[in-house]
Nanobody, 125 residues
Framework: QVWLMESGGDSVQAGGSLRLSCEAS????????MAWFRQAPGKEREGVAC????????YVTDSVKGRFTISQDNAKATLYLQMNSLKPEDTAMYYC??????????????????WGKGTLVTVSS
């Protein structure tokens, strides 16, 4: 059985920090690629950060570089997104996703096999 469950979303002031967690089934946490996506009201889903779990190579989108960090703890079967210096434009529903197919190209591609239900992050100015 494959499952992903996000937590950690909250309402914070601009400049604050949050750490999102994505608890995963053992199959999901060993996926080739895992990532965080977000979708703000009225906007398209956006890839935020991703990790190739084999070599732990990570990528983040330009708008969060220097502020967000993706990591995983295989022992806890959990994917994390550490978010610092939050801005109002970071307000969105954040989703965890996993894909166990061989992958080439954009790590932040939304072509993922499995998705969580999301956790809401609201940043006020």
């Amino acid at each position: 059985q494959v499952w992903l469950m996000e937590s950690g979303g909250d309402s914070v002031q601009a400049g604050g920090s949050l750490r999102l967690s994505c608890e995963a089934s053992r199959y999901a946490i060993s996926s080739v690629r895992m990532a965080w996506f977000r979708q703000a009201p009225g906007k398209e889903r956006e890839g935020v950060a991703c990790i190739y779990t084999g070599g732990s190579t990570t990528y983040v989108t330009d708008s969060v570089k220097g502020r967000f960090t993706i990591s995983q703890d295989n022992a806890k079967a959990t994917l994390y997104l550490q978010m610092n210096s939050l801005k109002p434009e970071d307000t969105a529903m954040y989703y965890c996703a996993a894909d166990n197919r061989p992958h080439r190209g954009d790590c932040l591609s939304a072509d993922m096999e499995y998705w969580g239900k999301g956790t809401l992050v609201t940043v006020s100015s």
